[in-house]
């Protein structure tokens, strides 16, 4: 969480970071969402997709569909 949070702060103030695990390994799935204050952070952050990196690996960014469980 705190790696995904210091990374996307960049593009501004971040509501929550929220990493699934998986029911039975408690292991990350792969995939996290990072919820902005403001809508413009979100598409900053998107805007500039392409050179995001978390723990030195290329992510993809993209806007959530629907809402987390």
Request: net charge neutral; charged share 40%.
């Amino acid at each position: 969480v705190s790696d995904l949070k210091a990374v996307f702060e960049e593009f501004g103030k971040i509501k929550d970071v929220y990493i699934p695990l998986d029911f039975y390994t408690k292991e990350s799935r792969g995939f996290g969402y990072v919820e902005f204050y403001e809508r413009e952070d979100a598409e900053a952050a998107y805007d500039r997709r392409r050179d995001i990196l978390v723990l030195r690996k290329p992510v993809t960014v993209e806007f959530a569909r629907g809402q987390r469980k």
